[in-house]
Nanobody
Framework: QVQLVESGGGLVQAGGSLTLSCAASGRTFRRYAMGWFRQAPGKKREIVAAINWSGFSTYYADSVKGRFAISRDNDKNTVYLQMNSLKPEDTALYYC??????????????????WGQGTQVTVSS
């Protein structure tokens, strides 16, 4: 079993920054791909960013490229999402996820095996 716990969400003004963290326990974290997803009210859950097991390969949704950065610290079993230049449309519940298969990053929801409970990010205009 894997437990994922997100933190770092909150209320921020447009243009501000937040850093989300996701702490993992229960498996050898460093072997697995990680991802951040988000879901806004009335919308489908969507990929935000993904990172492979080593941290050397990353993926970003077009909507966050140049503003968000995903990283991981395998010694701390933690993945991060640095979010800059936040916009009201970034408002959503943000989830981290862990995928057990493959060595590359993963971009599809059904490729992930474990999910956190989510942390709310609200960006005011």
């Amino acid at each position: 079993q894997v437990q994922l716990v997100e933190s770092g969400g909150g209320l921020v003004q447009a243009g501000g920054s937040l850093t989300l963290s996701c702490a993992a326990s229960g498996r050898t974290f460093r072997r697995y791909a990680m991802g951040w997803f988000r879901q806004a009210p009335g919308k489908k859950r969507e990929i935000v960013a993904a990172i492979n097991w080593s941290g050397f390969s990353t993926y970003y949704a077009d909507s966050v490229k140049g503003r968000f950065a995903i990283s991981r610290d395998n010694d701390k079993n933690t993945v991060y999402l640095q979010m800059n230049s936040l916009k009201p449309e970034d408002t959503a519940l943000y989830y981290c996820a862990l995928g057990l298969s493959g060595s590359a990053y993963l971009t599809q929801m059904d490729e992930y095996d474990y999910w956190g409970q989510g942390t709310q990010v609200t960006v005011s205009s």
